[in-house]
């Protein structure tokens, strides 16, 4: 029955994903399938752990955030977890060597959204290390499992990548992360008086983040190159949109592209793959 267990635990965190990102689900079904269950287990953990920061604000946060550290501590410790989220999560940092010090950042981020409303140039190098960048090392470990020169070359373009999904993020969760939550994830930036050069910068900062993430993409092993090429294709696209709007117009509202375009961006991007071009 162990077996089982662990079977249910993988599909609580597979249906997270379905249920939380079309878009990202879609694109790990891309992947080979001995591949995915590791990737939704990833995306489960960090998606439970978003979810209390940012969405539960009438509970006690930074004590369901605790609980959640030490839940998952015990279940490294023991092999076990009662949460199917954590059980199928930490199966996966065991099987696939994820270092301890990817989620210790992971998490100190999370504890960052409970308390800081602006950052520095350093506190948000720092966060979006923790938020983002060791979600792609993660994925990175279970792409390349016994394969540390390969990994460590594609390092970079990995952490490259996930910045550049996490400021992209920020831009168009203003709405929520600012006027709800005061948030400000630019530092210097007074979303009072969001100017249209100050917007243009962030833009402009993000697109040479994808500049320097797409040399790795080409390099990924073809088991996973096509997933990872449609969501940055979908960010890419969604930069786009963000582009063309007003400082205002992004306050107001939340930029997403629409399942049309998505359907589109996808035939590309299989074009593209089959046709070698990535």
Known sequence: MKQLYDVNAFDCSRITARNYSTSFSFGIRLFKKKYRPAIYAIYGFVRFADEIVDT?????QKETLDKFKK?????????????????????????????????????????MDLTKKTYSEREIRD??????????LMCLKVFY???????????????????????INFLRDIRSDYLDNGRCYFPGIDFDNFTVEQKRKIENNISDDFTEASAGISKLNSDVR??????????????????????????NQRYRVSNLIKVFILIKSWVYFKLGMI
């Open 71 to 111: 839940d998952t501590a015990e279940a490294f410790m023991s092999g076990f977890s009662s949460n199917p989220i954590l059980h199928s999560f930490q199966k996966i940092v065991k099987i696939y060597d994820i270092n301890e010090e990817y989620i210790t950042a992971f998490l100190k981020s999370m504890e």
């Open 56 to 60: 539960f604000s009438d509970i006690n």
């Open 145 to 167: 499992k016994g394969r540390p020169n390969e990994f460590d070359k594609l390092t970079y373009p990995a952490r490259k990548l996930g910045e550049a999904f996490q400021k």
């Open 226 to 251: 096509l997933g990872i090429f449609l969501a940055y294709n979908y960010y890419v696209q969604l930069l786009k949109k963000i582009c063309k709007t007003s400082p205002q117009q992004l306050l």
């Open 127 to 136: 966060y979006i290390y923790g938020s983002a960048e060791v979600v792609g």
